[in-house]
């Protein structure tokens, strides 16, 4: 309400917030589960709901959720079912509103292939020498600016890889991401193998 009262409306949404705890059942403690839960996938569909009537009336209206590919291979669950079941949430939520707000709100979801320049990578995944083979968060930035650019009616209900959106414009040079231009990247997780999946209908 804060948001349309100053700015005269809502045109987009970026449901980025999240929480990682990369443990597996016998070491989630059920307070590190709900709060993956409650930041997650419970967040993502409450600020969804919040700005679906003012997204309503927005002339090109985007949801972009920062969700990976729905890619129900066990390995992505083994080692941290509660986790992967949160960011899951999140992807699952895009590909339903995708298809109930079809032609009126475009959802969307986009991922990295690689690791990403953050402070979950350096504090907690893997340090100093983990953040040398992460690309720079620009990169899911500019994928996001074309994604958003795209007409709402159009380009929904899509898992994109970020790579492959900026090379789908033309971008050739992605050493100018790399934390470490020439060190070897380090993959993210849920990655498919063929790459980025389909939720409705990929435009």
Not at 33 to 56: A, E, F, W
Not at 58 to 73: C, G, R
Not at 169 to 178: M, Q, S, T
Request: aromatic fraction near 10%.
């Amino acid at each position: 309400a804060d948001t349309v009262a100053k700015f005269g409306g809502i045109d987009i949404l970026v449901n980025n917030a999240s929480a990682i705890s990369l443990t597996p059942t016998l070491g989630t403690p059920m307070k590190r589960y709900d709060l993956m839960h409650q930041i997650n996938s419970r967040g993502t569909y409450m600020v969804s709901q919040k700005c679906i009537p003012h997204l309503l009336k927005a002339a090109n209206p985007h949801v972009l959720n920062l969700s990976p590919p729905l890619d129900f291979d066990v390995k992505w669950f083994a080692n941290h079912a509660a986790y992967t079941l949160a960011k899951f949430g999140m992807s699952v939520y895009a590909w339903a509103m995708a298809e109930e707000f079809k032609g009126k709100i475009a959802f969307n979801c986009l991922w990295p292939r690689t690791a990403i320049a953050t402070a979950a990578i350096q504090n907690i995944l893997a340090g100093e020498e983990g953040m040398k083979r992460c690309r720079k968060p620009e990169i899911m930035a500019d994928a996001a600016y074309v994604i958003l650019n795209k007409p709402a009616k159009e380009c929904t209900g899509n898992f994109f890889i970020d790579d492959e959106v900026l090379a789908a414009e033309g971008v050739k040079d992605f050493d100018k991401y790399a934390v470490s231009p020439g060190t070897p990247l380090m993959p993210d997780f849920f990655v498919p193998a063929e790459g980025a999946r389909t939720l409705v209908g990929r435009t």
